[in-house]
């Protein structure tokens, strides 16, 4: 097999890099930090490695005129954010973490940021675009699935929930030619959606 620009080597080889996010241990700042790594910054040195640009992995800023979409779905799921906070299942698990006070709760919803903006760049990134080029729907599958398994072991309405917005931020990132859209909208709706657990 042809490794040099080939989309289905570069999704094979990143594979493994899911589960040494998984298995990876600490805090939630050594978290961040794990996830920095094995979702961001070696994939992409493998990416290069393998012959791939930065634009062709959506690891840019894009078209800025398709974030709109980002704002529009944010809006939308604030009724849904709200209920979801409601739920004592959502409640024991939200926040992931425990905080002190205001300070000490941005800086760890800043390394939840960080988090998922790993996760948005491997997953709407880099195991996206280059497949999304062949055929769009194998693309979008393809990082959907084990995007949603990642999500086994917290609250149960997570899994089916996390499958169909990874459908989701897909079509939105590759709208917009950026994985950016999508981390936003994740991020953002996930301070929310704590603020809401703590609050409600």
Known sequence: MR???????LYLLSLPFILAVRYS?????????YNALF????????????????????????????YRWALLLFITSLPLSIYGATLPEMKAYYPIFDF????????????????????????????????ARRNEWLGILAQDVPYAL?????????VPYSFVAGIVFAKLDLRAGSFLPSFLLHWLGAVLFDVLCVLL
């Open 100 to 131: 002190s006070g205001p300070l000490d709760f941005l800086l760890k919803e800043l390394a939840v940021g960080a988090i998922m903006f790993a996760h948005e760049a491997f997953y709407r990134g880099i195991l996206l675009f280059p497949l």
């Open 3 to 9: 490794l040099k620009n080939n989309p289905y080597a």
């Open 39 to 66: 979702y961001f910054a070696l994939p992409l040195v493998l990416a290069y490695a393998l012959g791939f640009e930065r634009g062709e992995l959506g690891v840019r800023v894009g078209a800025l005129k398709e």
């Open 150 to 158: 990642v999500h086994i072991g917290k609250p149960g309405i997570e």
């Open 25 to 33: 241990g600490g805090d939630l700042f050594s978290w961040a930090v």
